[in-house]
């Protein structure tokens, strides 16, 4: 039999007990206010007639699914959106509600009984929205941080879904800081080269520094710096000139605008005892292995970004999918100021 709905305005009630039962105690659905009746919002309304599970009426006139979906789209801000996302949890048998008192969480997780695992909120995006990296840190503050688990569910613009579990990581690994002899370094153009094959060998060997170049070691502007600061490198022009720090850096910028920012990062994961590489190939600025090369793959892709950073969601879906495809976890580094925030976008199968 068909649950009976009464539509007054925004709202939808609810009154038959057996009704209220099926809804409320079974699934989850509406809200039950002091006088025992059921409220739903237009949206579950909405999911209900397109289920044809409820007979819906306003003023003992029938309302069809088309004139409550027009009227729920005038009501509801991004309505198709977060329906679209109701309806395909709702059917992978998850019990949500609305979450109507923040613009930035769509929607709750029910916490089924006997269930250990955190609460989670949903926020829902169109493909056409903004990533906002600031918003996304103060939905992981405000949540994961409180033991819930934060899910963006993306809408393209045929309808179907993309999940992402969003929380901050702890990043470490087992390979330390080593001790090496003291050595030189020649800027070229895009690469420094060091001629001397024992340190050469030793830096490749021990911690995965550079790449052979010939019968020598080329090292990316980052790895020199990074070595250039422990005292490991003097950096060289080809005429023998001595590079300060800062001149090094100064002629660096000029090729590779952000390689400060880089370079805050490359250290921060090389004090964490991890591995660090160019993630160029994969779309990254880095990859990065808690292990040796010869004892795992990569596990992280880890893109360098800013505070203010927003990008449109078809590049994060690209970095996350490209991640996804190689078994590894993608990781926005977020600078601000002196700290840095590791974000992890998963990617998810509700």
Request: charged share 25%; proline share 2%; aromatic share 10%.
């Amino acid at each position: 039999m068909d649950i009976s709905g009464e539509l007054i305005d925004d709202y939808i009630l609810v009154k038959k007990a057996s009704d209220i039962g099926r809804l409320y105690n079974k699934s989850h659905i509406g809200t039950i206010l002091p006088s025992n009746i059921l409220r739903l919002s237009l949206l579950e309304g909405v999911f209900l007639l397109d289920e044809g599970k409820m007979i819906l009426h306003e003023k003992k006139k029938q309302i069809q699914f088309s004139t409550l979906l027009k009227r729920a789209v005038q009501q509801t801000p991004e309505f198709e959106t977060k329906y679209l996302v109701y309806k395909d949890l709702r059917n992978r048998g998850h019990a949500i509600t609305q979450v109507d008192d923040t613009a930035a969480i769509s929607f709750r997780k029910i916490a089924q009984k006997n269930e250990t695992a955190p609460c989670c909120v949903i926020a829902a995006y169109s493909e056409r929205d903004i990533l906002d990296i600031e918003v996304t840190k103060q939905l992981i503050r405000h949540y994961v941080n409180r033991n819930n688990r934060l899910w963006f569910a993306l809408v393209d613009e045929e309808g179907d879904l993309t999940y992402y579990d969003i929380s901050t990581v702890d990043l470490t690994g087992i390979i330390f800081e080593q001790k090496y002899p003291k050595g030189t370094a020649v800027l070229l153009k895009n690469r420094l080269i060091v001629f001397d094959k024992k340190l050469s060998g030793q830096l490749l060997q021990k911690e995965f520094f550079g790449k052979p170049f010939g019968e020598t070691l080329q090292l990316s502007f980052v790895e020199a710096l990074y070595l250039l600061e422990k005292n490991v490198l003097e950096i060289q022009t080809t005429d023998g000139t001595i590079l300060s720090e800062e001149k090094c850096v100064h002629k660096m910028q000029k090729l590779q605008p952000d390689i400060v920012q880089r370079l805050m990062v490359f250290k921060d994961l090389k004090q964490r005892g991890l591995l660090v590489k160019t993630g160029f190939k994969f779309g990254a600025h880095f990859r990065a292995y808690s292990k040796h090369p010869e004892a795992t793959h990569a596990e992280y892709l880890i893109h360098v970004i800013e505070k203010g950073f927003t990008s449109v969601w078809a590049e994060v879906s690209r970095a996350v999918r490209l991640a996804h495809s190689v078994n590894k976890e993608f990781i926005f580094a977020c600078i601000d100021e002196g700290t840095i925030d590791y974000i992890r976008f998963g990617r998810l199968r509700p």
